[in-house]
């Protein structure tokens, strides 16, 4: 029999209540966080589309892992368990665990010494870029041109433009390019997978010009997942087979964990460079703690381990990439203007096209997700001039917690954004009214003008 509705692969054991609030609660929540979602109470918020990072609902056999965890402080067949799993499926030689994606973003720019480096990428994330010029490099973004068209609907939005990274090493001299970088899926760039070919094409240039390409591997899985649907001559292989082939064109990569390793804390920076991964290890002695354990606990890289398995699994990354799918087929039937196609962990609302009355410096990305708030108590992600200086988007992401809400959680929420689409035009822009000198999007404070 040929179902149409793709299911939720699991049955829930456990649950966690969510609080029910008045819109009048919520206009006085907002005005007290500065109208910054961010700055909200999680409890105070019905459905939480934040982010997917560390948001995700653990299964049976991870909660078991968490009582094998071993915790001795070096040597815990927790780190071996942990090391082998991501051997098995990157292939790279040296894996350091540390606590978060963006830790080993840190050890990895901090090695390449005091002179100013140029690092491309698809498109950085906004910590990546932020720990790239932290170490004063320069971090650019090379996405290909499809990427720019909201509305365009091109299979792999997510790759690399490979000519203008050839430019870009001409240009810059391959000697000041420490290592090039590719995101997948290409999280500001609305979440697009990148294509293997496209990987190979850039992998090919790396190799011409003798630089490294490191993965930022966050959500590896629906990237293979989508290669497999999408991508011509894959159908037949496992996803997991297809993430071995990635890792094999780079190396080395950082991840975080809690993505697709299924877990609330947690990364990795994974490399085959000895003598960067004894710098890298030093550093990681310093800051996050000894080399197998990494800033985690035994348990935690026990669930790690478990998740990474977890996460190959593909009724699990059909249901997944199906429920983003599903909830943007609803919103565009209904004429919300999102970013197409969907990607694989969040619905991205194009803010621009949503709120034309709005202009750009008066943030309509931040004007619509304070307003889908206020309507049901939803919480999504400004990616557009808030956390960004010239973005090429205003959009507003909503990401999906793994594993935590079901299909009529996401009917509750298309609902709701249909409400504010069709009163959008009450809707007015935001003034800045605090800001700190980096990643300014956490703590910004507004007012509605
Ligand atoms: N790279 C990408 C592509 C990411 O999406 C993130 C985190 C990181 C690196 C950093 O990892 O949070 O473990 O330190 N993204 C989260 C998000 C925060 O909401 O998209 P981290």
Redesign the pocket.
């Known amino acids: 029999m040929n179902t149409k509705t793709i299911i939720e692969p699991f049955r829930i054991k456990m649950t966690e209540p969510i609080k029910m609030t008045t819109r009048k609660e919520r206009e006085a929540f907002l005005s007290e966080a500065g109208y910054n979602p961010f700055l909200l109470k999680s409890e105070n918020v019905l459905i939480d589309l934040l982010?997917?990072?560390?948001t995700g609902a653990m299964s049976a056999a991870q909660w078991a892992g968490i009582m094998l965890g071993d915790e001795s402080y070096a040597g815990s067949p927790s780190f071996y368990h942990f090391k082998e799993t991501v051997q098995d499926l990157t292939g790279f030689k040296n894996i350091i665990p540390t606590h978060?994606?963006?830790?080993a973003?840190k050890i990895l720019f901090s090695i390449f010494g005091e002179k100013k480096k140029f690092i491309p990428s698809n498109a950085h994330?906004d910590?990546?870029r932020a720990n790239i010029e932290f170490a004063k490099h320069e971090a650019t973004d090379l996405p290909c041109k499809e990427a720019k068209d909201t509305s365009l609907e091109a299979p792999f939005k997510g790759n690399m433009d490979v000519s203008a990274l050839e430019n870009f090493i001409k240009e810059k001299g391959r000697e000041n390019i420490p290592l090039v970088m590719l995101?997948i899926t290409n999280?500001t760039g609305g979440g697009q997978p990148v294509s293997l070919e496209n990987i190979k094409q850039v992998s090919a240039i790396c190799k011409k010009n003798n630089i490294p390409l490191f993965l930022?591997a966050?959500?590896f899985a629906e990237n293979a997942y989508f290669i497999k649907l999408k991508e011509k001559g894959q159908q037949e292989r496992s996803v997991k087979e297809i993430s071995q082939e990635i890792f094999s064109l780079a190396d080395g990569a950082?991840m975080?964990g809690?993505?697709d390793g299924l877990v609330n804390m947690g990364?990795f920076l994974a490399l085959n460079n000895d003598s960067w991964a004894e710098q890298a290890r030093n550093l990681l002695i310093l800051t996050e703690g000894f080399p197998t354990y990494g800033g985690l606990s035994g348990r935690d890289l026990e669930a790690y381990a478990i998740g990474l398995k977890e996460v190959v699994n593909e009724d699990y990354l059909k249901y997944r990439i199906r429920s983003v799918q599903y909830t943007g087929e609803k919103l565009t039937a209904a004429g919300v203007p999102i970013m197409l196609p969907t990607g694989g962990h969040a619905v991205y609302l194009d803010a621009l096209k949503f709120l034309p009355h709005i202009k750009r410096h008066e943030f309509p990305g931040q004007a619509l997700s304070c307003q889908i708030y206020i309507q049901g108590g939803i919480r999504g992600?400004e990616i557009g001039s808030v956390m960004f200086n010239n973005p090429i988007n205003e959009l507003v992401r909503l990401?999906l917690p793994r594993r935590v809400y079901t299909q009529s959680h996401m009917d509750y929420v298309v609902e709701v954004i249909i409400e504010v689409f069709k009163n959008k035009n009450k809707i007015s822009g935001y003034k800045m009214t605090y800001q700190a000198p980096t990643l300014r999007h956490f703590t910004a404070q507004f007012k509605p003008l």
């Not at 982010?51 to 560390?54: I, N, P, V, Y």
């Not at 978060?100 to 830790?103: E, L, V, Y």
């Open positions: 982010t997917d990072s560390g978060q994606g963006r830790a973003e994330f910590t990546t995101t999280n930022d966050c959500r950082t975080s809690k993505k990364g992600c990401a």
